[in-house]
């Protein structure tokens, strides 16, 4: 048995987002592929501009998400994602979408979120990190909700808004705290506390691909 500290490796277990956006974005990504596909005789400027359209709903609308787990927080913006380890974060705020604050030399960055909380995934464990506290301190006055399969087992107000995805955040980030310091968790190496910001090559094929054919088409047409 491997008695050893786990490590605050990049696990990102939640999954913070509007459910109603992607599924906007999942419905028009779909609608304008079934028109692109009856529409082939529209020629093809028509159609690399209806999967344009659909490639940007699922960009914009579909994959942009907020992460948190002991790896920190990750956040999943159009063409952009941004890492924040636990070590260096700082703040959070929701006043009009959710804003990150992280340190970084020099100073400090902030990093808006595109996505709002919505949805939370728990995986298993007791606490928002697998640790047993916390979770009992954000639901120990709440009634017992009735048994349902696949719940969260989080209050509603952590689970649909942008003010009760930032108390979530600060809530892993002090459990994260407590683990470091009971043992529970390994602090990363000091390579691993700096904010990670890098563009996103899937979010950037998926648009500039169809739209290069799209002015490809319009040229030779």
């Known amino acids: 048995m491997n008695d050893a500290p786990a490590s605050a490796e990049n696990d990102f277990g939640y999954t913070l987002r509007h459910t109603g956006t992607v599924a906007l974005g999942v419905v028009g990504a779909l609608a304008a592929l079934v028109v692109a596909g009856v529409s082939l005789a529209a020629g093809p400027a028509f159609v690399a501009a209806l ?5 940007l709903s699922v960009v914009l609308l579909v994959r942009p998400s907020v992460r948190v787990g002991t790896g920190g927080v990750r956040i999943d913006n159009p063409f952009r994602r941004h890492v924040v380890p636990w070590p260096a974060y700082q703040d959070v705020a929701s006043r009009w979408n959710l804003c990150v604050y992280a340190a970084r030399d020099p100073g400090e960055v902030e990093i808006k979120a ?3 909380a919505s949805r939370v995934t728990r995986p298993r464990g007791e606490g928002l990190l697998g640790l047993p506290g916390i979770r009992g301190r954000l639901t120990r006055d709440l009634p017992p ?7 969260s087992g989080l209050p509603a107000h952590i689970a649909g808004t942008a003010s009760g995805a930032a ?5 892993a980030h002090a459990e994260w705290q407590e683990g470091v310091a009971t043992g529970e968790f ?3 190496a000091a390579a691993q506390r700096h904010v990670d910001q890098r563009w996103d090559l899937l979010d950037i094929t998926l ?5 290069v054919a799209w002015l490809i088409a319009l040229l030779v047409g």
Request: glycine share 0%.
């Open 167 to 171: 108390s979530f955040i600060e809530q």
């Open 186 to 188: 390994r602090a990363p």
């Open 51 to 55: 999967v344009t359209f659909a490639a």
């Open 114 to 116: 595109w996505a709002l």
């Open 145 to 151: 909700a009735p048994e349902r399969p696949r719940t």
């Open 207 to 211: 648009v500039a691909v169809p739209a």
